[in-house]
């Protein structure tokens, strides 16, 4: 109950910039409003827990650590009242009607310097208590500071340049904020819009919050309590919650640091990777909060994309501390939040497939397309996560996998470079010619199965200081083999291969003997640098009525190969039909290579040669 005449007061005129800014602002989101007021009891409870623990006399000391919203749809109002340490009329005056605290501060300096850009912030950082009057025809704040020696009052504004403060009795200790909503915002008297909003801000606030009368916050901040205290079920309600997820998370990063920031976070994998799936790919979904209130649910440059499919919660008590105009430009806060928590995240990893081999196995299959686009695409931490990828070889078992660090180990003396091969599968791989001149010599070849693996190798180039090299390239060049028996003559070969080269005509860049083939007669290796051939067919399968460069490749053959002495033998005895098995045998080898564009007339050739055996 008012007891006096009110006194008035002018606003400060940073204030009321700042009012105006934000009642006639079209870019905000209103509704967090609500977050701000809230944040504030919590705030108001905090300090009365604080203030509880010296003072021994304190005003309404039986009153509840709790925060009660009342919405009425009738008078149009919205009422949030906290038990907490309340304002004295000095107090009023100091911080409702000036501007001293943080966030408003430096939003206010922002908007000072002519950064139109600020305005569109109010909705992410927030204004504080004047964010009431996005929405308010006008606010009342009923309220009894924690000494027991100051009267109750009411402020009261409708933010049009100035308030005014009266006593007023019988109130109760700590404060209670009556919004008197426009009429284009009635939506905020109603309950379940409230409540949406509250769920969406405030869930994790650690005091209870009432709508009337229903408790709605039940959920607690995890991230913030020690990891010992937590159970395992803890987590994983945390997490359904959170994510909206109705399984349980697959791996879990629970972790605080406190320099170079301060930061708690709690981070999920989740079972199943949903892009894999074939659904739309991932948003950004690792919220972003300032002690425990919710700052953005999606923010886009906290975490590099190839982190999109994580979940989870990070903490930063340093977020609006920071809010000066620098930061809102060059992100640089964001931007260190983010290497801090890329870093630990990937070292987090790194010991999960050292301590769990098995169950990193599995979360790589579902998950390791991430890793390789991180390989190839986050430059800051491309060695860090070459590290994390796994490939099968020419010496694990099928379905086993192998680390680049771990093949480093593999390496003999003379070994310069790590070799891969693309394929559609391991027995593609295994059967085609490639392989074997790696074989003979013990060299280990990385398979690699998935379209995205190419441009991972070619972007990434070397790992542990060694080259990453195409086993299919012409490029490649390998030890001399074992002279076997039985071969063709030195002579033989010199005579043969100027004889192919004619033969074959502009369909070959080269012919030469090959010290990669043990069994297969001859295999084709592309000529073009920049073109491997899986390569050259996934661009044929992208681009079906394009141009395309003819193909010229280099032609090896296999001077061991039976076929091969044959064809030495008719290059001189019967020089048509030699002609024929030449061209034979680079489509053959064409065919291994999955090179060969128009199969017609290699199969006239075959009949003409058929009809001769
Ligand atoms: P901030 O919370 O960043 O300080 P606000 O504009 O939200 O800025 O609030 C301004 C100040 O008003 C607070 O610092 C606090 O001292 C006071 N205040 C606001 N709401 C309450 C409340 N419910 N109880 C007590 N004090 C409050
Ligand atoms: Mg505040």
């Known amino acids: 109950m008012p007891t006096e005449t009110p006194q008035t007061f002018e606003f400060q005129a940073e204030i009321k910039q700042l009012l105006d800014i934000v009642i006639h602002s079209l870019y905000t989101e209103k509704e967090i409003f609500v977050r701000e007021l809230v944040s504030n009891a919590s705030d108001a409870l905090e300090k009365m827990r604080h203030t509880g623990l010296t003072e021994k006399e304190v005003f309404d000391d039986k009153a509840e650590a709790e925060i009660n919203i009342t919405t009425d749809d009738k008078a149009k109002t919205f009422t949030i009242q906290d038990f907490g340490v309340g304002m004295t009329r000095s107090e009023l005056v100091e911080n409702l009607g000036t501007i001293a605290h943080s966030g408003s501060k430096a939003f206010v300096k922002a908007l000072g310097e002519g950064d139109q850009k600020a305005a569109g912030l109010i909705g992410q950082f927030g204004v504080g208590f ?16 924690w000494r027991p020696a100051e009267p109750g009052l009411l402020w009261s504004s409708d933010g049009a340049g100035s308030y005014a403060i009266e006593e007023s009795a019988g109130e109760r200790r700590g404060s209670k904020i009556v919004v008197e909503l426009k009429d284009e915002c ?6 379940w819009r409230v409540k949406e909003i509250i769920e969406k801000y405030s869930a994790f606030v650690s005091f209870p919050i009432n709508l009337n009368g229903k408790r709605i916050n039940t959920v607690q901040a995890l991230w913030l309590r020690g990891k010992s205290e937590i159970k395992e079920e803890e987590y994983d309600e945390f997490y359904k919650f959170q994510a909206h997820d109705s399984e349980k998370p697959r791996l879990r990063l629970h972790f605080s640091a406190d320099a170079p920031l301060s930061i708690n976070a709690l981070l999920f994998v989740p079972k199943d990777n949903t892009e894999k799936m074939g659904l739309a790919r991932l948003e950004p979904a690792v ?32 977020l609006p501390l920071n809010i000066s ?6 992100r640089s806060l964001v931007e260190k939040l983010s290497r801090v928590i890329t870093k630990r995240f990937i070292k987090f990893l790194d010991e999960e497939a050292r301590d769990r081999p098995d169950s990193y196995a599995e979360f790589y ?19 860090a996560i070459m590290k994390l990828l796994r490939f099968e070889s020419s010496l694990t078992e099928k379905g086993k996998s192998t680390s680049l660090a771990d093949y480093v180990t593999r390496m003999g003396a003379d070994q310069k470079e790590i070799y891969y091969l693309v394929g559609p599968s391991r027995d593609a791989i295994e059967a085609g010619p490639y392989l074997e001149g790696f074989k003979a010599r013990n060299l280990e070849v990385l398979f690699c199965y998935e379209s995205v693996d190419e441009y991972v190798m070619n972007n990434v180039r070397e790992f542990d200081g060694k080259k990453i090299a195409a086993a299919d390239h012409a490029d490649v ?31 070959v860049a080269e012919v ?9 007669p001859a295999l084709a290796l592309n000529a073009d640098k920049f073109m491997s051939p899986h390569m050259r067919r996934l661009m044929k399968a992208m681009n079906k009525e394009g141009e395309q460069s003819p193909l010229r490749v280099n032609l090896e053959i296999n001077p061991r190969s039976a076929v091969i002495k044959r064809l030495s033998e008719l290059r001189t005895a019967a020089p048509d039909k030699g002609r024929l ?18 199969a017609s007339g290699m199969v006239k050739r075959l009949y003409k040669l058929l009809e001769s055996v």
Request: hydrophobic share 40%.
């Open 477 to 507: 060049k390998l030890s001399e083999a074992p002279k076997a028996e039985g071969a063709l003559g030195e002579e033989e070969v010199k005579a043969l291969l100027p004889w192919l080269k004619e033969t074959l005509g502009e369909r």
């Open 512 to 520: 030469k003997a090959s010290d990669r083939l043990v069994d297969s």
């Open 287 to 318: 919220a972003l909060y300032c002690r425990k209130v919710l700052i953005d649910a999606r923010p886009k440059d906290l975490l590099p994309e190839w982190l999109r499919f994580l979940k989870g919660v990070v903490d930063s008590e340093d």
């Open 130 to 145: 004047y964010s009431a009057f996005m929405v308010a025809k006008s606010v009342k704040v009923y309220t009894h500071s």
């Open 186 to 191: 009635s939506e905020f008297s109603e309950e």
């Open 365 to 383: 299959k579902e998950f390791g397309v991430f890793l390789k686009e991180g390989a190839a695409l986050d430059f800051a931490n491309k060695d």
């Open 581 to 598: 098995v030449a061209e034979q045998i680079l489509d053959n080898a064409l065919i291994s290579a999955g090179l060969l564009e128009d």
């Open 325 to 330: 105009r620098e930061t809102m430009q060059d």
